[in-house]
């Protein structure tokens, strides 16, 4: 029985793995956006006021907006701003999520970048690939 149960949690643990490894390593590459449609040269970052995983990034997008001057990065706050809820959620419908997944993220046509530590390994990648196109 000790057996059993010593393979169920060893199972557990090795799909627990592959399915981070996934998430992890299915992501587009940081070099080339991979978005299509009419928002794909539009960055739309979307914060919360008061939130501190926002807020360790925020020096991190002010970098960016003066490093990329060029393209267009709308900086949305929607805790508090309805419109800006608005926004998030029609922007993400059209990245094809039901449901905008909370703050911080970024949303480059169907790509969707989120966290703290998603958006600095990312999002300039996909800046240099907008500016490029300009």
């Not at 970048?113 to 490029?132: C, F, M, N, T, V």
């Amino acid at each position: 029985m000790d057996r059993v149960i010593k393979f169920v949690i060893a199972l557990f643990v090795v799909i627990a793995a592959a399915s981070v490894a996934y998430l992890v390593f299915s992501a587009p590459p940081a070099t080339a956006a991979t978005s299509s449609g009419a928002n794909d040269s539009i960055v739309y970052y979307f914060y919360g006021q008061g939130c501190p995983h926002c807020a360790a990034i925020e020096p991190f997008m002010e970098n960016m907006t003066k490093k990329y001057p060029d393209v267009d990065i709308r900086m949305l706050e929607v805790w508090y701003n309805q419109t800006n809820q608005q926004i998030d959620a029609e922007v993400n419908a059209e990245a094809g999520i039901s449901t905008p997944p909370g703050v911080p993220e970024i949303v480059i046509g169907k790509t969707v970048l989120i966290g703290q530590q998603d958006i600095p390994d990312k999002l300039e990648g996909y800046l240099q690939a907008i500016e490029k196109k300009k």
